[in-house]
């Protein structure tokens, strides 16, 4: 049984380019999380997915970000006209409800890195 | 303005002794809380929670507390081993929410052999 899988590990993009991280979802698990860690920093909490719809983005930034979870295929957190201070360590987790007692299940992480 | 602080970003601990990391809140909404542990370049992996209406949960050698009115959770690891070495990171959330967890900054504990 596979764990929440993310990619790509490192992402490194110039300033201006797009970045598009990848999260594949453990089995069974319908729904998804984003998160961002800046250095020395916890993670900070950026948008819940469900299939096809987006529950809650209150933590996304209103500009240049964009979060998606298709019905087929892995959800997708994409960064357009990247700047520095995008860099960062992008976390996904999934799980299977809502609710205490089911607890999330985080990736390994997206490192970018905007050069 | 941070919702839940972990006011202490290191520890130090010899094996075999008890490591305990703290946690306080400032949101009176939150009725769930986590600890996760997290590897250098791994993600966070959840390590136990426990609910707003109890004070302790035990899971092997991993205990927290949670002391409502004084808004302070804390975790006890006893013993403490080599491998316990990592950030833990405690996290709140409102109506037992996965969602939107908030994090501390995490606490670097070193448990030295």
């Known amino acids: 049984n596979a764990g929440v899988m993310q990619n790509p590990r490192h992402l490194v993009r110039r300033r201006g380019q797009e970045a598009r991280l990848r999260c594949s979802p453990m089995?069974?698990?319908?729904?998804v999380y984003w998160y961002r860690q800046l250095p020395e920093e916890g993670l900070k909490f950026m948008v819940y997915?469900?299939?096809?719809?987006?529950?809650?983005e209150s933590g996304m930034p209103k500009e240049r970000f964009s979060a998606e979870f298709p019905k087929e295929g892995p959800s997708i957190l994409r960064i357009q006209q990247v700047v520095r201070g995008d860099s960062a360590a992008y976390f996904c987790?999934?799980?299977?409800?809502?609710?205490?007692?089911?607890?999330?299940?985080f990736g390994q992480g997206t490192r970018l890195t905007v050069v | 303005d941070q919702q839940v602080k972990q006011n202490s970003p290191s520890l130090s601990v010899q094996e075999g002794r008890i490591s305990i990391l703290n946690c306080d809140y400032t949101?009176?909404?939150?009725?769930?809380f986590l600890w996760y542990k997290k590897y250098p370049a791994e993600g966070p992996t959840f390590l136990i929670s426990i609910s707003s209406i109890k004070d302790k949960n035990e899971d092997g050698r991993f205990t927290v507390f949670l002391n409502k009115s004084a808004k302070h959770l804390s975790l006890h690891i006893v013993p403490s081993q080599p491998g316990d070495s990592a950030v833990y990171f405690c996290a709140a959330s409102v109506g037992g929410s996965q969602g939107n967890l908030i994090f501390g900054k995490g606490t670097k504990l070193s448990v030295k052999p």
């Open positions: 997915l469900q299939k096809e719809n987006i529950i809650d």
């Open positions: 949101n009176s909404m939150f009725d769930y």
């Open positions: 987790a999934s799980s299977p409800q809502q609710g205490a007692g089911t607890e999330a299940f």
């Open positions: 089995k069974g698990h319908s729904h």
